[in-house]
T-cell receptor, first 114, second 110 residues
Framework: DSGVTQTPKHLITATGQRVTLRCSPR?????VYWYQQSLDQGLQFLIQ???????AKGNILERFSAQQFPDLHSELNLSSLELGDSALYFC?????????????FGPGTRLTVL | EDQVTQSPEALRLQEGESSSLNCSYT??????LFWYRQDPGKGPEFLFT???AGEEKEKERLKATLTKKESFLHITAPKPEDSATYLC???????????FGPGTRLSVLP
């Protein structure tokens, strides 16, 4: 158990809908990262938040947005869903230091868009 | 642009047959290189962090090494439970760019 929690575990929805994925980081970690992993594809970095502020942006679509709240949990909002958005979505957290920032991953949310 | 490649794409070993996985990287200054293990449908599980050429770390049957251009994950006398996808990732010196490799799918046959 990494200490990172994600809800829900599974989500099934229809095209055009909007969903929200939730992540709680490990105790003491200020940084949260979101990744997308499609079938047979690698981890694609979406976005990073640090202590409530956006810190880095990857290949995140304009239909997707995220935020980190004062209690450090984060939400990833996916709107106008398309079939191609079906994937595993992972959240990771880390401390941010001057050295390597080891990320610890949650169990993921499996999103199925029908 | 930071890049990570991993080889082989897939590897099948007999139980007890030792081997190595390769991670080659191009990064504008390395802050850290990370190895993860991922089981199907699960989140990546952290294995090692390396940041200095020549560094080595060990955990049970796994040993990770780092040079200026690549990292190796050595698996000694693997068991079927070592079957998983092994992911390599790098963080650059600016600290805001993480890049994951495509992974190596390891199957260990009893």
């Amino acid at each position: 158990d990494s200490g990172v929690t994600q809800t829900p575990k599974h989500l099934i929805t229809a095209t055009g809908q909007r969903v929200t994925l939730r992540c709680s980081p490990r105790s003491g970690d200020l940084s949260v990262y979101w990744y997308q992993q499609s079938l047979d594809q690698g981890l694609q970095f979406l976005i990073q938040y640090y202590n409530g502020e956006e810190r880095a942006k990857g290949n995140i679509l304009e239909r997707f947005s995220a935020q980190q709240f004062p209690d450090l949990h984060s939400e990833l909002n996916l709107s106008s869903l398309e079939l191609g958005d079906s994937a595993l979505y992972f959240c990771a957290s880390s401390v941010v230091s001057g050295g390597p920032d080891t990320q610890y991953f949650g169990p993921g949310t499996r999103l199925t868009v029908l | 642009e930071d890049q990570v490649t991993q080889s082989p794409e897939a590897l099948r070993l007999q139980e007890g047959e030792s081997s190595s996985l390769n991670c080659s990287y191009t990064v504008s200054g390395l802050r850290g290189l990370f190895w993860y293990r991922q089981d199907p449908g699960k989140g990546p599980e952290f294995l090692f962090t390396l940041y200095s050429a020549g560094e080595e770390k060990e955990k049970e049957r796994l040993k990770a090494t780092l040079t200026k251009k690549e990292s190796f994950l050595h698996i000694t006398a693997p068991k079927p439970e070592d079957s998983a996808t092994y992911l390599c990732a790098v963080q650059d010196n600016y600290g805001q760019n993480f890049v994951f490799g495509p992974g190596t799918r390891l199957s260990v046959l009893p």
